[in-house]
């Protein structure tokens, strides 16, 4: 059974880092193209990361980039989410998801097979 596991959220300050985790389980040998979505109180889940199955392509949402890096480690089968100069308007849970069947397209949620329980980022001001 595929899971995944998060790790590495709590509450930060304004301008903060954080380190996100994700350890992908129960397919041995498989090495799934991974994504990051969060999701903020009253608001859809939206697209972060994506990063492909042996890390040589990333994709940012525009809130993202130059701020946070996503990152594998296939030894592993962890993927990583660095998220620097964190800002209030970050504050959500953070999603993992790994894609096992098909490919992902348009970064869409409903794109990735499989998810994570989340963890929650909460940045004070």
């Known amino acids: 059974q595929v899971q995944l596991v998060e790790s590495g959220g709590g509450p930060v300050q304004a301008g903060d880092s954080l380190r996100l985790s994700c350890e992908f389980s129960?397919?041995?040998?498989?090495?799934?193209?991974m994504g990051w979505f969060r999701q903020a109180p009253g608001k859809e889940r939206e697209f972060v990361a994506h990063i492909s199955w042996n890390g040589a392509e990333t994709y940012y949402a525009d809130s993202a980039k130059g701020r946070f890096t996503i990152s594998r480690e296939s030894a592993k089968n962890t993927v990583y989410l660095q998220m620097n100069s964190l800002k209030p308007e970050d504050t959500a849970v953070y999603y993992c998801?790994?894609?096992?069947?098909?490919?992902?397209?348009?970064?869409?949620?409903?794109?990735?097979?499989?998810w994570g329980q989340g963890t929650q980022v909460t940045v004070s001001s």
């Open positions: 129960g397919r041995p040998g498989n090495r799934p193209a």
């Open positions: 998801a790994a894609v096992v069947f098909g490919r992902v397209s348009q970064f869409r949620a409903n794109e990735y097979d499989y």
